[in-house]
């Protein structure tokens, strides 16, 4: 799910009277990555998960890396990997006819193609509205451009981004959501709103300024909550110290727990969806 270019700008004009009177220090910067305090204590390869955790007690990083626990797959993990999949074709759909100069050739039927790859999934209704919400608005944006109004399109959408997060300790493989205008990130999320969120977004924030040089002070979280009739919300972050010193804390205490090997307790609120549920209460259902 992409967001309306005039959203855009309405919401990154709020950020930006936030970050002008709380700007980001140099040493939170990404490229502050060799030095204290933003250089990580061990680098482990951690991965989004490890330290955006949902467990309050972090069990499941105990389980999934020192342990070696195999995940569980459920409905739940499925339907946000299948629109977020969804998402990144029609954004590289649209894309790819744009290169070619053929923007008007991305017709409806073009995405309803690739729609019909769902239609056997009980979920095939929300995927729908999904694809078919992102086409028109990443249309719409192209299409201003294409009418003569501009000389680029308002926003330019580019999904699945790879990234190095080795220099701050993340894995070598990171995968952005989407970047908008080349400094905008965005996180699609289904279902309800965590605070670890933000704390994944920092952190993809970071392991882009740490290759890129290129200072990344904002981010959207996208949330899809598919209840019934689809509802989409969407949640302005400003990438500032705060954010960015929580993520250090985080992932450090991350690294601490898996170089000493404790054995976390087990959470008295376990998230129902989380894939490793059958190690802490095996046989209880929900």
Not at 159 to 181: C, F, H, Q, W, Y
Not at 265 to 281: F, G, H
Request: glycine share 6%; aromatic share 12%.
């Amino acid at each position: 799910m992409v967001v309306p270019s005039f959203v855009i700008g309405r919401l990154l004009r709020r950020l930006y009277g936030i970050s002008i009177n709380y700007p980001v220090p140099d040493e939170l910067r990404g490229w502050s990555w060799s030095k204290p305090p933003l250089r990580p204590r061990a680098y482990l390869d951690l991965s989004i998960n490890d330290v955006a955790s949902y467990c309050p007690t972090r069990r499941d990083v105990w389980l999934r890396r020192v342990r070696n626990a195999k995940p569980e797959d459920n409905s739940s993990i499925a339907l946000g990997r299948d629109i977020h999949e969804v998402i990144s074709k029609v954004i590289k759909t649209i894309r790819r006819y744009v290169v070619n100069e053929d923007l008007w050739g991305c017709s409806t039927e073009v995405i309803e193609s690739i729609i019909n790859e769902y239609r056997n999934k009980e979920w095939f209704s929300i995927v729908r509205d999904v694809a078919l919400t992102t086409y028109y608005i990443v249309m719409g944006d192209y299409s201003w451009y294409e009418f003569g109004f501009g000389h680029q399109p308002l926003t330019t959408w580019v999904s699945e981004v790879r990234v190095d997060g080795s220099l701050i300790g993340l894995s070598r493989n990171l995968k952005v959501d989407a970047i908008v205008t080349g400094n905008l990130i965005i996180d699609f999320k289904v279902g309800r709103r965590y605070e670890v969120h933000d704390i994944a977004l920092t952190a993809y924030a970071l392991a882009l300024e740490a290759n890129n040089e290129v200072p990344i002070n904002y981010g959207f979280l996208v949330y899809i909550q598919p209840n019934g009739r689809t509802r989409i919300s969407v949640k302005p972050i400003y990438i500032g110290p705060d954010l960015r010193r929580d993520f250090i804390d985080f992932r450090d205490e991350v690294i601490d727990l898996i170089l000493s090997e404790k054995e976390p307790p087990k959470a008295t609120s376990c998230p129902q969806t989380c894939p490793y549920r059958k190690y802490c209460y095996p046989g209880v259902e929900g």
